[in-house]
């Protein structure tokens, strides 16, 4: 069983960073694959944005985001982090962690995922 904390959203400009996390309770994480999910607006699906194998050494990005956030994951401390540098408008959602375990880290079925933090809400600004 894991339970996951969200947290680091905030109201940003246009080409500013920020960094989310994602806490995780429990002694299992190091076996998970952990990811984060975007969802524009309520009622609209979760997207896939980045994800990162059990050992930190695989990582997968889509091709929105791809060299501007960054995964990484540190198993002594239960953490996940996404850096997001260069932000645009259209980065403006809220994001979501979760964690699997096994599969493959560049499937983009949020339904494979057996568990969620809350969502942390980025606005990017003009």
């Known amino acids: 069983q894991v339970q996951l904390v969200g947290s680091g959203g905030g109201l940003v400009q246009a080409g500013g960073s920020l960094t989310l996390s994602c806490s995780a309770s429990g002694r299992t994480f190091s076996s998970y694959t952990m990811a984060w999910f975007r969802q524009p607006a309520p009622g609209l699906g979760r997207d896939l944005i980045a994800s990162i194998d059990w050992s930190g050494r695989r990582t997968y990005y889509a091709d929105s985001v791809k060299g501007r956030f960054t995964l990484s994951r540190d198993n002594t401390k239960n953490m996940a982090y996404l850096q997001l540098n260069n932000l645009k408008l259209e980065d403006t959602a809220a994001y979501f962690c979760?964690?699997?375990?096994?599969?493959?880290?560049?499937?983009?079925?949020?339904?494979?995922?057996?568990?969620w933090g809350q969502g942390a809400q980025v606005t990017v600004s003009s």
């Open positions: 979760a964690a699997k375990i096994g599969g493959e880290i560049n499937s983009p079925d949020p339904d494979e995922y057996d568990y």
